[in-house]
């Protein structure tokens, strides 16, 4: 559906975007991976492979001012919050040893606490979490 709605777009693109159904395919399958995963790290890949398509595609037009720039910036937030999820993710790692299934977590949770360190775990995951999916208010 999403590659019939820009067809118009591949066919008028002066360079002929021969890549560009590759790249919403592999955007679109880490959109749904993350839907069905059961797991942190599991998760923490889809993301990452749901913005890989989506880094390439702005570049689409790369002979712009303005799309180089707004790629590089949108790769720098993007670093940034990886950066961010990582930590959130580690930091779960070290303190719950029961597994990174969300049910484990959430039986660690509800047993343990919100412990300071797990706070700061669960801002980490959250902040990084939505800046990836451009859910934060302070984005750009």
């Known amino acids: 559906m999403a590659i019939r709605a820009s067809e ?13 159904p590759t790249l919403l395919l ?22 990452a492979s749901f913005s890989l398509g989506l880094y390439i595609l702005i570049l689409s037009n ?21 950066g961010i999820l990582a930590f959130g993710l580690f930091a779960f790692y070290y303190n719950s040893t029961h597994g990174a299934l969300f049910d484990a977590l959430q039986t660690f949770l509800t047993t343990q606490g919100l412990t300071p360190m797990v706070q700061l775990a ?19």
Do not use: D, Q, W
């Not at 118009?8 to 560009?20: C, F, L, M, N, Q």
């Open 26 to 47: 592999c955007a679109m399958v880490g959109a749904l991976s993350l839907i069905g995963t059961n797991h942190l790290t599991a998760s923490f890949l889809a993301i």
């Open 62 to 82: 790369a002979a712009a001012t303005t799309v180089r720039e707004s790629a590089g910036k949108y790769f720098l937030l993007s670093a940034m919050s990886t």
């Open 8 to 20: 118009p777009y591949i066919v008028h693109h002066p360079s002929g975007v021969v890549e560009y």
């Open 122 to 140: 669960l801002v980490g995951l959250l902040v990084g979490l939505f800046f990836k999916l451009s859910a934060f208010p302070a984005h750009l």
